[in-house]
């Protein structure tokens, strides 16, 4: 299975998982995607094709992920999302449907604290974005 985890394209620094979520850390540095980094490392002990794309830290916009997530062909695209850029990543989790056709999973705040609220957000149900969302559960 080849796995492509995506902290997908926002505005120009933004910092999803960091102290404060927003464009640029106070300290003007931009955070790394910790949660998806991890993830990245738990699964290469398992698959072999696994890749970790920081849209943001490369300055990419949806076209370049589209171009990367068609170039290196994967099985499933895990997108990570906030709060502040839920309808954005939802957006880029349908392009990314649409145009490769892969399993899409979105992981995050928003999923992970509002499961059954965002399987029923419209903008998921009315064009089959998402295969499946994942949350932590004790």
Same mark, same amino acid.
């Given at each position: 299975?080849?796995? !492509?985890? $995506?902290? *997908? *394209?926002?505005?120009?620094?933004?910092?999803?998982?960091?102290?404060?979520?927003?464009?640029?850390?106070?300290?003007?540095? &931009?955070? !790394? @995607?910790?949660?998806?980094?991890?993830?990245?490392?738990?699964?290469?002990?398992? !698959?072999?094709? /696994? #890749?970790?794309?920081?849209?943001?830290?490369? #300055?990419?916009?949806?076209?370049?992920? =589209?171009? %990367?997530?068609?170039?290196?062909? @994967?099985?499933?695209? /895990? =997108?990570?999302?906030?709060?502040?850029?839920?309808?954005? %990543? =939802?957006?880029?989790?349908?392009? =990314?449907?649409?145009?490769?056709?892969?399993?899409?999973? &979105?992981?995050?705040?928003?999923?992970?604290? $509002?499961?059954?609220?965002?399987?029923?957000?419209?903008?998921?149900?009315?064009?089959? /974005?998402?295969?499946?969302? $994942?949350? !932590?559960?004790?």
């Amino acid at each position: 299975m080849k796995i !492509y985890l $995506l902290n *997908p *394209p926002f505005k120009p620094n933004f910092v999803r998982c960091g102290r404060w979520q927003g464009v640029s850390a106070r300290g003007g540095g &931009l955070n !790394y @995607p910790p949660w998806l980094a991890y993830a990245t490392g738990l699964l290469e002990e398992t !698959y072999k094709d /696994v #890749k970790l794309v920081d849209a943001i830290a490369n #300055k990419w916009g949806i076209e370049d992920v =589209i171009t %990367d997530v068609k170039t290196f062909n @994967p099985d499933l695209v /895990v =997108i990570d999302s906030n709060f502040s850029s839920v309808s954005n %990543d =939802i957006n880029v989790a349908r392009l =990314i449907k649409q145009q490769v056709g892969c399993m899409t999973v &979105l992981v995050g705040p928003p999923t992970s604290q $509002l499961p059954k609220q965002s399987f029923k957000m419209k903008a998921l149900t009315s064009s089959h /974005v998402l295969n499946t969302i $994942l949350r !932590y559960k004790k």
